[in-house]
């Protein structure tokens, strides 16, 4: 087919999106980004991969996509490894309103296929023995949650889409697009001028301001979200250990070193990214009061990352209504990098025009948010 | 002179080798090369290795170091324990 692709956006979702229409045969594509590899949302994210969900749509989603990440290194043929470590999230409930909700989950999670279960407290305790038993009163888990590395995993897409014929434009900023007849024309960036056939907006954090290029409201907006690194230890905590309510997500990578993230209250909207002592100070009293252990530990950095956040916290994957040819795939709230290989398949769907395998399309709609104020929202979120 | 044999980030045991592998892929700045080699992310946060990568960066590249980006420094300054941040912010 000798339509010209262009994505936005070379992250996750834009790699991936690239890897499955090249792999569909599409010849023209090309993927813009302003940054440099893996600059954006991306590679500041936590690095975790879960199928614990709250929503049938996520749930579908997380756990096809672990479907791919456990076979990625050799579907994507890639010449590293995507450190895909599978040794379970346990999410602690820590009030009855959380056990119960927890309870709904695993049951709708097992529905789907998800070997995910309610641990009693002495449970939980086994697998993360330095766990403050004060702390929480029950927990679910799922082994074959984990860690995966976003650098690895997106080189991976990224090399697989190189040698199909993609051609990626780093350092290159989409300044306009030009629409006329209901279809964008062309994609104008501060290198050049490009006729296009399909655009794509897979541009993070900044998928708002794209939409505005094309014209197109897209009711998504950014959101700083910190994070922390440890020094690199002997390795003592299998799972990812994460609470809603107290606000934490908290795992030790391969490498050693322990990742914690937390959302900071009323952050305002907007692409600041900056790294705070806020966050520092809340951070440290919430992993000394659950993981005391962990505590012990000394910090070597703090960064922070966009969020890029829809009304019901779910993905939008969905072609505009008002033009032909201009897709999105944003929205994420946090969970892109997870749902990634999803992303890919099921804009691939869209652009052949065809039904999807993996979930009905309807679900991912941007059309979904319209005339509503209410909205079924994805709980299971940090 | 062995590349594999020249340590340039001693944090993360990055070695000379490894460094022209990656920028011969096409990872031509400091920061896309942290985020694929680990340089820099290490207890000295490229306090050491910066400045030598920055500059074996450009020399490879045959540019002047000026038009190679420094590393982008984050805090902390230097490491301390959660627990000393956490008992300090409860006062």
Not at chain 1, 317 to 322: D, H, P, T, V, Y
Request: hydrophobic share 35%; net charge negative; glycine share 8%.
């Amino acid at each position: 087919m000798n339509r010209r692709v262009a994505i936005i956006g070379a992250g996750i979702s834009g790699v991936s999106i690239a890897y499955h229409l090249a792999k569909e045969g599409m010849k023209d594509i090309i993927v813009f980004d302003k940054g440099y590899f893996a600059s954006g949302a991306t590679g500041r994210c936590g690095a975790g991969v879960r199928q614990q969900w709250g929503t049938e749509t996520n749930c579908i989603l997380a756990k096809r996509s672990m479907e791919f990440f456990e076979k990625a290194d050799e579907i994507l043929e890639y010449d590293d490894t995507v450190e895909l470590k599978q040794e379970g999230y346990l999410i602690l409930a820590t009030t009855e309103e959380e056990v119960e909700d927890f309870q709904k989950n695993v049951v709708l999670q097992n529905s789907l296929g998800i070997p995910s279960r309610v641990l009693t407290k002495e449970e939980a305790l086994e697998i993360v023995p330095h766990l403050n038993p004060d702390a929480f009163i029950s927990a679910t888990f799922c082994p074959t949650d984990g860690h995966l590395n976003p650098f690895k995993m997106t080189e991976a897409y990224y090399k697989a889409g190189q040698r199909m014929g993609v051609d990626f434009h780093f350092f290159e900023e989409v300044l306009s697009l030009t629409v006329s007849d209901n279809k964008v024309t062309e994609v104008i960036t501060d290198k050049g001028t490009y006729t296009v056939d399909v655009v794509i907006n897979a541009a993070g954090g900044y998928s708002k301001e794209i939409g505005d290029l094309a014209g197109i409201n897209i009711p998504v907006y950014s959101e700083n979200h910190e994070i922390l690194v440890t020094e690199p230890v002997e390795q003592l905590q299998g799972p990812m250990v994460m609470s809603f309510s107290k606000n934490i997500y908290c795992q030790q990578v391969p490498h050693g070193s322990f990742l914690m993230g937390r959302t900071t209250p009323n952050q305002p909207k907007g692409h600041d990214i900056s790294s705070s002592w806020q966050f520092l100070d809340a951070m440290s009293q919430t992993v000394c009061e659950i993981m005391p252990l962990i505590g012990k530990l000394s910090l070597v950095r703090q960064w922070g990352g966009s969020y890029n956040i829809s009304p019901d916290h779910q993905p939008i994957i969905s072609r505009a209504e008002e033009l032909t040819n201009f897709y999105m795939a944003c929205g994420f709230s946090g969970h892109g990098f997870m749902l990634a290989p999803m992303t890919g398949e099921i804009m691939a769907d869209l652009i052949f025009n065809r039904p999807s395998s993996v979930i009905d399309l309807s679900e991912l709609s941007i059309e979904r948010f319209k005339g509503k104020t209410e909205f079924d929202i994805e709980k299971s979120v940090v | 002179m062995d590349k594999t044999k020249i340590m340039m980030c001693r944090c993360e045991d990055v070695t000379l080798a490894d460094l022209h592998q990656k920028i011969d892929e096409g990872y031509h700045t400091f920061e896309d090369l942290k985020r694929l080699l680990r340089i820099g992310m290490g207890p000295c946060q490229a306090n050491t290795c910066g400045h030598l990568i920055q500059r074996e960066l450009a020399s490879y590249l045959k540019k002047p170091v000026t038009e190679t980006r420094p590393h982008k420094s984050r805090p902390v300054i230097q490491g301390i324990s959660l627990e000393a941040i956490a008992k300090e912010a409860k006062k």
